[in-house]
T-cell receptor, first 113, second 115 residues
Framework: AQSVSQHNHHVILSEAASLELGCNYSYGGTVNLFWYVQYPGQHLQLLLKYFSGDPLVKGIKGFEAEFIKSKFSFNLRKPSVQWSDTAEYFCAVNPTGGFKTIFGAGTRLFVKA | DAGITQSPRHKVTETGTPVTLRCHQTENHRYMYWYRQDPGHGLRLIHYSYGVKDTDKGEVSDGYSVSRSKTEDFLLTLESATSSQTSVYFC??????????????FGEGSRLTVL
């Protein structure tokens, strides 16, 4: 079955620290890839997406992600986190041509001021 | 703003009672989804729709049914609610008109508690 794995369930960082959240998926075909963010008490919002082309994609609020096809990975990065980045982050995959988007279990990030 | 409204936003019910959650969109998009969110599980797809009266099951469809009699409304029904269905339910839509891309816009969520 297709699945999405997020390596870290909880991450605690101090402000200005660098962030990298891991995401791997198990699907051998072409995929569209996403990172969503959910701030406390809110619904999910799109952070960034990859459909094709440059494997390094930039999203909102200084986030970026790199697609490495050979590793089936789509890791999320930010050079310097802020307290306002405290949220839960979800990696998601859509096998191209299908009607479903599959989500990982999420990573809760807490940034200490 | 994707124009998605979920109702009710909060509901407490008792085991064995039927519950219907409504998702309403204002922009006539083709694809609509129901997910449930539980700690440690992320979002899991319950059912989805790719057109009026066209629906299919997701990964956790047991105990749930859906209906879509018009483009703007997608209803999720729990025929006989159980405590394991206590969750936050999110409706989502895809705005793509050229085919599903996987990019979703979410509603505000409906928190359901089954006692």
């Amino acid at each position: 079955a297709q699945s999405v794995s997020q390596h870290n369930h909880h991450v605690i960082l101090s402000e200005a620290a660098s962030l990298e959240l891991g995401c791997n998926y198990s699907y051998g075909g072409t995929v569209n890839l996403f990172w969503y963010v959910q701030y406390p008490g809110q619904h999910l919002q799109l952070l960034l997406k990859y459909f094709s082309g440059d494997p390094l994609v930039k999203g909102i609020k200084g986030f970026e992600a790199e697609f490495i096809k050979s590793k089936f990975s789509f890791n999320l990065r930010k050079p310097s986190v802020q307290w306002s980045d405290t949220a839960e982050y979800f990696c998601a995959v859509n096998p191209t041509g299908g009607f479903k988007t599959i989500f990982g279990a999420g990573t809760r990030l807490f940034v200490k001021a | 703003d994707a124009g998605i409204t979920q109702s009710p936003r909060h509901k407490v019910t008792e085991t064995g009672t039927p519950v219907t959650l409504r998702c309403h969109q204002t922009e006539n998009h083709r694809y609509m989804y129901w997910y449930r969110q539980d700690p440690g599980h992320g979002l899991r797809l319950i059912h989805y729709s790719y057109g009026v009266k066209d629906t299919d099951k997701g990964e956790v469809s047991d105990g749930y049914s859906v209906s879509r009699s018009k483009t703007e409304d997608f209803l999720l029904t729990l025929e006989s609610a159980t405590s394991s269905q206590t969750s936050v339910y999110f409706c989502a839509i895809s705005e793509s008109e050229t085919g599903y891309t996987g990019e979703l816009f979410f509603g505000e969520g409906s928190r359901l508690t089954v006692l």
